[in-house]
């Protein structure tokens, strides 16, 4: 009975029920509830996201003609798009996909962990270390017609820029180093927008 207890809590609190057995993967929009936990932390709505609609780099892949205007920012090989994200802070990632029936994209981390989008499915895992279930959100698209859906990164955090919602755990999709996303069946485009670290304030 007492280990059902945080999970009771989570859903006393209004969080989107997301149950792991060591590194928790906490689904919420913005607000932390009790105790502080490194989970918590992560999910502090003082921590701020997609403050700017400026990027540093900004470019767009065409999967259905195999093209990318990324430079050298992505390597395009058939359907695999390899992402250097190395040196940012955050990555908005935009994607249109149209009457989604299949696997339109997966975004794999270096650490192994995910984002899917199949059918109508967001499917979010972390990477194994975390032992987590993953979040899956199974009316993220419209079920025809084409529909354009924004995610947010963070190393620690990813936000679903459409509800407001925010996932956070070390062990999601980090920004840092490299990712590779499978183009797959209704995607019709991608678009990436990099932001780099803030510079330092200058104390004096």
């Not at 767009?60 to 250097?84: K, M, S």
């Not at 249109?96 to 989008?117: F, I, K, M, Q, Y």
């Not at 407001?164 to 980090?174: A, K």
């Amino acid at each position: 009975m007492t280990r059902l207890l945080p999970a009771l809590a989570l859903l006393a609190s209004g969080c989107v029920q997301l149950v792991a057995f060591e590194q928790p993967l906490v689904g919420q929009p913005d607000i932390v509830d009790g105790p502080t936990t490194q989970a918590g932390a992560l999910c502090d709505p003082e921590v701020t996201m997609a403050e700017t609609a400026l990027c540093s780099e900004s470019c767009e892949i065409d999967p259905a003609h195999g093209e990318t205007t990324c430079g050298e920012r992505v390597r395009l090989d058939g359907a695999t798009a390899a992402v250097d994200v190395s040196g940012l802070h955050e990555v908005e990632v935009t994607v249109t996909v149209c009457d989604p029936s299949g696997a339109a994209l997966r975004l794999e981390g270096h650490n192994g962990a995910s984002v899917s989008l199949e059918g109508r499915t967001l499917d979010v895992r972390a990477a194994a270390a975390a032992a987590a279930r993953p979040y899956q959100n199974p009316q993220f698209l419209q079920e025809s017609g084409c529909d354009d859906r924004t995610l947010v990164f963070q190393t620690g955090r990813m936000s679903l820029a459409d509800s407001g919602m925010r996932l956070c755990s070390d062990h999601l999709v980090p920004v840092a180093e490299g990712w590779t996303m499978a183009l797959g069946e209704g995607l019709r485009g991608v678009e990436l927008c990099f932001r780099e670290p803030r510079p330092a304030r200058d104390p004096g």
